[in-house]
């Protein structure tokens, strides 16, 4: 009798046992010092994770082998914000402020998160997103008997950050576009779904996702795309599917974005009218054209388009086919033709070069001058309103200098790296701005610092006048310089610089991004501002945008002519703020100051 009720005794302890270790293995309370590299753990269903000052990581990444109905809440009691990033979130990120939360929820027959939205409709909360509870993401839905016409987003985000607004009704409705960053085309049907997200910036919302409207090449009526009712229009051809001209619509809202693509075999034209083109466009099997719509100029702005791109050696016989509004080739020691024949081409179309061969090469045309292209040289060629090849581009020569301290601290190898990169990155805001010129080194070398130069500005003084400087810049005839050293600082350059103050420099402290901002600063422009009213001159950066001399978050300067890769709205203002129009009005004089 005793030695049963040990057992049972025995029995129900190692039960208890049992029944503590689960539940200690589905439930935790973790902070950022119980995780690694802020990546939570895949054996607990039940996670709270709360953020602390002295105990924070910016990113917060959700279990990789999570169980079905895990649940995870991420607390912010940190000063600092956090994310939360994973591809099956609603929102691309989740930003965790001071005092906020978050819940998140995985399914395993989705093999997705979900978030705990607050649920609004307009029998609930009327016909405006509501703010005023403090929630940060919220879904407002409409569906029959719970339906409204038109739908407003709050003027002010306050603590708002991710909408999602869907329907199941019968009737459309009407998101209204007062407080849309692009104001563009959203009419929400039945089964539609909008994500959008506010944009600080601007202080207005800006979609993330959208339904896409698509259309097939043969149901489009005269051949025209009808009017936009969503952001997002897609014109698709196929061999069953094919029309041989197509057109973009009169108008547009801004930001109204339309696609055309092909699969056919045969190739259908899409016409200049109401667009930027200058002339019609083949649009060819494996093509894809974007048009967005710009309000303030009442046309369609070609967005995108097919590039071509060759390597010199194989462009046949040197001649080469141009059947892209941009192509590019590149030529290298082993890689290179003697000479590169343009092709009759429509007015507009671009032809860019790059050349690190040691060797120059001769780029001929129809009613054009010979051109020498040489080594490190990045040109453009443009066919002209007469329709003939054009250089587009000046070249600005640059005697690259680093500091023998950069070796000391990097290797000979690397710093060398650092000036190519950055004359990279440099050329590429040039092309994506259209501006016209580029930048090349003629030499990179390395340079003894003097022990006196402590600041960036004890080096950009003293390289106006150094006499080993400015004879070895006189000899290779370059147009300036550019040193990078160690000294302290990031980026210091001369702005609208003349002969003598054309020098710009760098530091191994900061990236190789600052090397095209220090040159924007050579080429005349001064740092960015958010609205045009601020602008006292428009040799200026975009800072809402982030342009190179804005913030320097994006590869362009700004321009009006050029439409942002993110938002989809106007880089710069017409006479207020156009870096582009002021570095190309100053950049043949530059050009020629070697």
Same mark, same amino acid.
């Given at each position: 009798?005793i ?11 190692i ?17 950022p ?6 990546q ?19 990113n ?14 991420v ?27 978050i819940?998140?929820?995985?399914k ?5 998160w ?6 609004q ?19 407002y ?5 719970n339906?409204t016409?038109?739908?407003a987003?709050?003027?002010e ?8 607004i ?5 009737w ?5 576009g ?11 049907k039945?089964g539609d ?5 506010y ?8 979609f ?20 936009p ?6 014109v ?5 599917n094919?029309?041989?001209d197509?057109s ?7 930001g ?45 702005a ?27 080739v590149y ?24 050349t690190?061969?040691?060797?120059s ?7 054009m001058?010979n ?22 581009t ?14 000391? +601290? &990097? !290797?000979?190898s690397? @710093?060398?790296? #650092?000036?190519? =990169? ?6 590429? *805001? $040039?092309i ?15 340079f ?6 402590? +600041? &960036? !500005?004890?080096a950009? @003084?003293?390289? #106006?006048?150094? =006499? ?6 006189? *000899? $290779? ?6 040193y990078e050293?160690?000294?302290s ?11 003598y103050?054309?020098?710009a420099s ?16 050579n080429?005349s ?20 945008e982030?342009?190179?001399m ?19 709205l ?10 582009v ?7 043949h ?6």
């Amino acid at each position: 009798m005793i030695v049963t009720f040990f057992r049972r005794y025995i029995a129900l302890a190692i039960s208890l046992v049992c029944l503590c270790a689960s539940s200690l293995a589905v439930a935790a309370n973790l902070t950022p010092r119980d995780v690694v590299d802020g990546q939570l753990p895949s054996n607990d269903k039940n996670i709270t994770f709360t953020t602390l000052n002295g105990n924070w990581v910016r990113n917060i990444k959700l279990p990789l082998k999570p169980q079905d109905n895990t649940v995870v809440k991420v607390v912010s009691k940190a000063n600092y914000s956090s994310n939360i990033e994973h591809e099956t979130l609603p929102f691309e990120r989740l930003l965790l402020s001071t005092g906020d939360s978050i819940t998140v929820r995985y399914k395993a027959s989705t093999a997705s998160w979900s978030l705990d939205l607050e649920k609004q409709s307009p029998n609930a909360t009327g016909d405006q997103v509501d703010n005023s509870a403090g929630q940060q993401y919220v879904h407002y839905r409409v569906w029959n008997g719970n339906w409204t016409r038109t739908i407003a987003l709050p003027e002010e985000a306050k603590k708002l950050r991710g909408i999602i607004i869907s329907s199941n009704a019968a009737w459309d409705s009407q998101i209204a576009g007062e407080q849309l960053l692009t104001q563009s085309s959203a009419r929400l049907k039945r089964g539609d779904t909008y994500k959008l997200t506010y944009n600080a910036a601007y202080q207005k919302w800006a979609f993330q996702e959208m339904p896409q409207r698509v259309i097939n090449a043969r149901d489009i009526r005269d051949g025209v795309v009808p009017a936009p009712t969503s952001p997002d229009t897609a014109v698709q051809f196929a061999n069953h599917n094919f029309i041989h001209d197509i057109s973009l619509p009169a108008d547009g809202n801004q930001g109204d974005t339309v696609t055309i693509r092909s699969r056919a075999a045969w190739t259908a034209t899409i016409q200049n009218a109401n667009t930027t083109m200058t002339t019609p466009v083949s649009l060819r099997t494996g093509d894809e054209y974007v048009f967005v719509y710009r309000s303030d100029r009442r046309h369609w702005a070609l967005f995108s388009h097919p590039e071509k791109s060759f390597n010199a050696r194989d462009v046949k016989n040197g001649a080469l086919a141009v059947v892209s509004p941009t192509t590019s080739v590149y030529f290298s020691n082993g890689n290179w033709q003697r000479n590169l024949h343009l092709p009759q081409s429509p007015e507009g179309f671009r032809v860019h070069l790059k050349t690190d061969a040691w060797w120059s090469f001769t780029v001929r045309a129809q009613a054009m001058n010979n051109e020498v292209i040489h080594r490190g040289e990045h040109v453009t060629f443009v066919v002209n309103a007469s329709g003939n090849w054009e250089r587009e581009t000046v070249t600005i020569d640059l005697l690259g200098y680093y500091s023998h301290r950069n070796v000391e +601290k &990097l !290797g000979e190898s690397a @710093s060398r790296q #650092r000036l190519v =990169e950055g004359m990279t990155l440099t050329n590429e *805001a $040039l092309i994506n701005s259209k501006a016209n010129f580029r930048f090349r080194f003629v030499s990179i070398e390395k340079f003894q610092s003097p022990d006196s130069w402590l +600041k &960036l !500005g004890d080096a950009l @003084s003293a390289l #106006r006048s150094n =006499e080993t400087a400015q004879n070895r810049r006189n *000899a $290779l005839k370059a147009d300036g310089i550019y040193y990078e050293g160690t000294e302290s600082g990031c980026g210091l350059a001369w702005v609208r610089a003349s002969r003598y103050n054309m020098v710009a420099s760098g530091t191994v402290h900061c990236g190789t991004t600052v090397m095209r901002h220090e040159l924007g600063h050579n080429m005349s422009l001064n740092h960015g501002v958010s609205l045009p009213e601020q602008a006292r001159n428009p040799a200026i950066g975009y800072s809402r945008e982030g342009t190179v001399m804005g913030g320097n978050r994006q590869p362009y300067f700004s321009t009006p002519e050029v439409l942002s890769p993110i938002t989809k709205l106007p880089m710069g203002f017409d006479d207020q703020i156009d870096g582009v129009r002021a570095m190309n009005a100053f950049s043949h004089r530059v050009a020629n100051y070697n």
